[in-house]
């Protein structure tokens, strides 16, 4: 069980975990392979061997896939081979599909072959039965001897979008980004990538760690430490056989990149639930929590937030400090962000004289003449992208929050589809509006292109964005930029990014 | 300011602070009018004056409008008449829309036709500046005197979607139902409702009380109480006058139906924007937290968690107890239900022998064996709804959570809509197994609808429910049926609905 660690000690802790060179130096052939072979390749398209292949067909996967099945014939198109060594070249990956008492053999023969890399994804192993953990151990030394680096078993897979590569059982590929996952949740790593692909949010590789008999999900840290598609790192996490080589890991990864960890067990029902899931011993909370701490690791509580968090700190550069700059297009957004400012630690900092000079020459008298800066529904098109100016050319704050982006086109968006609609002069006025309302937005997104601060944007105008097809919104979103849905959640990953820089500045005072 | 109250002394409060009768009994009128003036109607389709008009023939309004403005002609279709006093009958909502100064002498005319309600939309009173305090209290001597109640100024209007009413600056219009909002801020208030249309949640009446010359949130809270077209009441608050008087009138929605309160201003900062939005003084947190622990108020801390609460107290029964069952398509998304169990205060209690020896028979033997349910992918087409009617055949749990609807369908789609979706047997497949997932969802909509137990749905798969049309999440959409897109969100949801029914339990009890 993981104990608690003071400072000092993390430095040891890293010279007594050192990666696992021998595997994680392979592991490119893992994530982008040129040749995969899938073992156990189905012709009934229901099974798991037809169902990954369909995945990568999918995507499509733009290397060669050889489906391996002693009955031969065709599969989805493609050429099936009866048996692994008829591959006419060398294996990259091979998937293994196969039912768990013949999982054995196929591991012999990758050995044999020396393949690059082998992703078990059947399951009925630890997970079922605690049994089967000398077998787990047996495929371990199996392939470590040969520094064969193998995943799973019970994994639902991997992905790549750098190489268009998906490799598991649900076919979902995000759009091609920097942020990397490792879970121990098969469909975890599903909600990312399907809250990715909603959002249109970058990802560059997404790990199922099964029961990790051999690959554990440190040496995938150390693998995504490294890794240059990889900029920011997500981990759903709920448990580790050995806690100090996680934070190990961990503290490696925090030092060069953001590191969001979902820890799940943190409850007596959640840590029974983990045990019956993956068998992972949740372990003592509070001291997770304070390991964490140490490592750098930003620790988040759901789901959402997970993916809030990594959005944010793929999109936006670190900040310097917490002095933060709201501005609303709503009163009540404007206080509700208020809020959410304090409990996420930043500080919304008074409005210095030239910002309020500025502003009493922009607008009438009843705007908030503070901060958050609400204009009280009296601004022209250019006071937000002015005021974003004004705020960026001093140096009162680090962060700043935009609340309320593209309500505009959703407001005129629904009287344009309403009865009013047909009206030619409603009609014009609405596509006139929805024009400047884009605009406005393409100001804004060139200052947060420019800017080496923070811009957090919010709008419940998000959550219907790519519904209803919120042009002004759209700018964002193609960039790939977030949005979120409420100020809570915006100010939450931002206050984050605050904490995550605050701890990269001290690490590096100290080092 | 508010002071704690102890329980014996609620009841007084009540007599104390009885409803305004004089003024909620006319409240229909503003509600359901058959008529509505809209005074400062704008020939400019940019002006407040015209975008109300925009806002009630949008969704339309299928009463009468009547523009007024002295200078005649027609705004959108409509006749304008040149005064209030030249309406040929009697008025039941006067809308008033002109400048600040001019907003007297309406009320006077308002009175001496003796209309229905009415609502000033006009801002430039005290929240601007608060030495129009005065004049607001004028407003509400005239109106009070006359007994006409007066919603604003300074507020974004009114909806009632049992109306077809839409009277208030943004055009929007959820589905219909039967959750009402009392917001201080009109954002706020949008963004319920575009929450609303985009879930398919239905909404009986949003209410922006602006700044509550003189009808206030208690007033209003009284109205609603009493609404039949009411069933669940949500407020967003930033400060009460009165505090006393908003606990009485709460405590008595309480007692009626579940009352669901987002308070702002909590933290140090959203005070002080409270101030600068509405001029509320947000108050001691801790002692509005005590008090709406006492009058059975359900709190919640961000506008997501408003909506997701209303909406499971809207579609559930209340249930008896806190025993939860949960039965997941996916083992990480039983362990963060686990945790978020633990956290709402719900007991993940043990599965009796009967339920366990039932499934052992169903189910190969690698499912999880324990509550969390999870099949661990070796379900048939009927395995869930078989589950759902063993849980319910017994008295073990009072709440049951099922989470992963729907993911079927959001793979074979992703598929469908891949390259591979040219291949014949893979699209026939493909619909098949909709098909499938659609059958399993109507049967489990069938025991949501005939049980007397709440049965939560949480899937990320509802996340883009809307966007690629999932045919088995339409099920529920299309009655009206929260599917929540995290189990996170669910189960703090579900713990609110514990608590309230724990509380109307106990106040029942002592009476």
Chains 1, 2 share one sequence.
Not at 133 to 154: D, Q, W
Request: aromatic share 6%; glycine share 8%; net charge neutral.
């Amino acid at each position: 069980m993981m104990q608690q660690t003071p400072t000092a000690s993390l430095e040891d802790l890293d010279a007594r975990y050192p990666p696992n060179e021998a595997v994680t130096s392979r592991l490119d052939r893992m994530f982008y392979p040129k040749t995969v072979a899938v073992v156990g390749a189905s012709h009934n398209p229901m099974k798991w061997g037809q169902r990954v292949i369909q995945s990568m067909l999918a995507v499509p996967f733009e290397g060669r896939i050889y489906p391996v099945n002693p009955k031969g014939g065709r599969i989805l198109g493609l050429d099936v081979v009866c048996r692994l060594q008829d591959i006419p070249e060398p294996v990259d990956l091979v998937l293994v599909a196969v039912p768990p008492d013949k999982v054995m053999a196929v591991l012999r023969e990758c050995v044999a072959l020396d393949v690059g890399a082998v992703f078990v994804i059947t399951a009925g192993f630890s997970e079922a039965d605690r049994s089967a953990l000398s077998v787990e151990e047996e495929m371990h030394r199996l392939v470590s001897s040969a520094k064969i680096p193998l995943g799973g078993p019970n994994g639902q897979g991997i992905t790549c979008t750098q190489a268009r590569l998906c490799a598991q059982m649900f076919p979902i590929m995000p759009p091609t980004g920097k942020i990397s996952l490792v879970t121990q949740s098969g469909n975890v790593g599903v909600s990312m990538a399907h809250m990715a692909v909603y959002h249109n949010i970058g990802i560059s590789k997404t790990i199922s760690a099964g029961n990790e008999a051999s690959l554990t999900t440190p040496d995938y840290l150390d693998y995504l430490a490294r890794d240059r598609d990889t900029e920011v790192v997500a981990v759903y996490l709920e448990g580790a056989d050995d806690g100090r080589r996680l934070l190990a890991s961990l503290r490696r990864v925090a030092l060069q990149k953001p590191v969001v960890v979902l820890k799940s067990g943190r409850t007596q029902f959640g840590a029974k639930a983990a045990v019956s899931h993956t068998g992972s011993l949740a372990g003592e909370d509070r001291i997770y929590d304070a390991a964490f701490r140490q490592a750098g690791v930003v620790r988040v509580y759901d789901l959402e937030e997970l993916f809030d968090t990594v959005s944010a700190f793929a999109a936006m550069p670190l900040p310097r400090g917490n002095r933060l700059a709201v501005v609303t297009m709503g009163g009540g957004w404007g206080v509700l962000a208020s809020d959410a400012a304090a409990d996420a630690g930043l500080d919304l900092a008074r409005l210095p004289d030239r910002v309020r000079t500025a502003l009493d020459e922009m607008l009438p008298p009843r705007w908030s003449k503070g901060n958050p800066i609400d204009f009280v529904a009296a601004e022209g098109p250019d006071t937000l992208v002015k005021t974003l100016d004004l705020l960026l050319a001093g140096q009162e704050y680090d962060v700043l929050a935009v609340l309320g982006v593209g309500h505009q086109t959703l407001a005129v968006h629904l009287v344009k589809e309403s009865a009013l609609g047909k009206l030619d002069l409603v009609r014009r006025g609405a596509e006139w509006l929805m024009g400047e309302d884009r605009r406005k937005m393409e100001a804004v997104l060139s200052r947060i292109q420019t800017t080496d601060r923070p811009i957090v944007l919010a709008s419940d105008a998000a959550l219907s964005a790519n519904s209803i097809g919120n042009q002004a919104l759209e700018v964002f979103r193609s960039a790939g930029y977030p949005v979120y849905t409420s100020p809570e959640r915006a100010l939450r990953a931002l206050g984050h990014l605050v904490r995550y820089a605050a701890w990269r500045r001290r690490t590096a005072e100290q080092r």
